[in-house]
């Protein structure tokens, strides 16, 4: 069972803003769907190792050299507000 | 008409001079301004770009250059690829108005092939969905009757090559979203094996699942398109370092003699329509009467690929849509503090099903429950791909009808999720463990004369596989139709 309150959590680890009825409507939802996929655990027992990738790789390095990238126009290029070289965003640090 | 040949019967005319790409363009553009306004396939319709790049391509022929067997055939691309300067939504108000600064691998391998870019197709919201209902724009609708569905996420691509809107589509497949489209409008659709097309590009929903793939409406011209756009990239890190399978030699090949083809016992009987069924009888027999041996395969881990499935997939997609902030790019909504702002524009500009699976994946990675669901889920993951281990010791490939029913509906399952989950039941477990599938036409079904999907699995690596067996049953289900099956589709008439 998943309750509207730990739904208001997820949303807002989520960082969704969620109206009163949206978070009654999912915690319904959610619950029938975790009980769903929920028999994933009658056969994940401790000897199976788990996979978190198809096709087993180990790190793919490139050779560390200078090669073109986007210019800053086409970086900028989606930004909803810019200033300058650089992205302009909203306040993220407090006043102080 | 020129639009209802094949890829590869346009590429003659080309080569041969009867026809040039500018009209060939010309002529789909055409087609898509007549059909497109009841079929809605398309996002975007780049006129003018495709015309141009049909006159270069023009030009490179007349002045006697070699070119590639694509060279001038038009192609429509779905919405979740980047292709620069060019509006890319992903069926997303979060993107709405967004063109890449850059594109697409699978792009650049189309244009260093001078295959011609007719547009953007619709899908669901970030590909998340097998109906097409779920894009933010419209619902795409399925040519064989306007009031279906045309599959998802990858609807628009099915429809505009079952519209004969293009000859040749690019879709992505993370649990089904090339494959269900295909059985659904009796087209052709390949998941390739994953790693084997860069996914550089892709806008990534499930990263491990993920993979890009060609579409089209013959087993030879999916051939074609997909050796087009495979093979390592080191833009891509999870792209494999190996050739590319001989595919079109294999889809050339189409012999059957001697193989072992085995039916999976866990994904037919209860759930799946009649009719589906024995269309995908009736493609075995044909199979067997081609010299192919056909025994029966248990994969008893399947049961639980769709549950696994609907943990891992909204697991990697509630961290891969933490890049919609609304601070690089896309949408930006509401005022205040940065966090105030993500939480209005993520708000805003996500919607239904997109939020609901960012949702369950926050919680199945939350501590305290990480190891009972999503962690448990990674070890299904590990019996699947064990499964599919075993049966390819004792077979070739394996197949089992595309999707459970033809399509359905719109609106009939919008607001069950669960019953919408279902439709991926035979096509999900393919993405879990990596190897490669395609899907084609198997017939019409006797309930409601609408297409079914024969699907076709094999191995990691081994996508020759599938373009043999497929090449083969196609070859002899279109000799007893007399003509592929799109010919029996309704005709779609310009209003």
Redo the contacts between chains.
Sequence with gaps: M?SRE??AN??K??????TDG?LDH?AS??S???D??????????SD????????P?SN?F?VDENRPS?SPE??L?????SEGQR?K????LGEE | MIVNKSAMEMSQLLNNGEISSVDLTRAHLDRISEVDGQVKAFLFVDHDGALAQAELVDAKRRSGENLSPLAGVPLALKDVMTQRGIPTTCGSKMLEG?????DSTVVTKLRSADVVILGKTNCDEFAMGSSTENSAYFPTRNPWDLTRIPGGSGGGSSASLASYEAPLAIGTDTGGSIRQPAAVTGTVGVKPT??GVSRYGLVAFSS??DQAGPCARTVLDVAYLHEAIAGHD?LD??S?NAPVPPIVAAAKDGNVKGMKIGVIKELQGDGYQPGVLKLFNQSLEELAKLGAEIVEVSCK?FD?AL??Y??IAPSEC?SNL?RF????????IG??????????T??AG?GKEV??R???G??AL?SGYYD??Y?????????I?QDFKDAFEKVDVLVSPTAPTTAFKIGEKSND??AMYLNDIATIPTN????CGMSLPSGLAEEDGLPAGFQIMAG?MKDDRLYKVGAALESALTKKWGGGILGKAPKLVAK
């Design positions: 998943i730990d739904v997820l949303a680890l989520a960082r969704i803003n969620m949206e999912l939802e959610l029938v769907i975790l769903a996929v929920a028999r994933v655990q009658e056969v994940a027992n199976v190792p788990p996979t978190s990738h198809p096709i790789m793919v490139r986007l086409d970086a290029s989606g930004a909803p507000a992205f965003v909203p306040q993220i | 967004w063109r890449p600064p850059y994953y790693g491990s699942l080191p890190s999870t494999i881990y639980y549950a696994a609907y943990l509630s933490a902030d609304a601070m690089r790019y896309g949408l930006r005022e205040g503090s940065a966090e105030e702002v993500m939480n209005s993520r708000s996500f939020k609901r960012i949702i369950l926050t919680y939350s009972a669901y962690g448990s889920a990674q070890k299904v993951r590990t019996l791909s999720p669960i879990l463990a990596g190897v990691a």
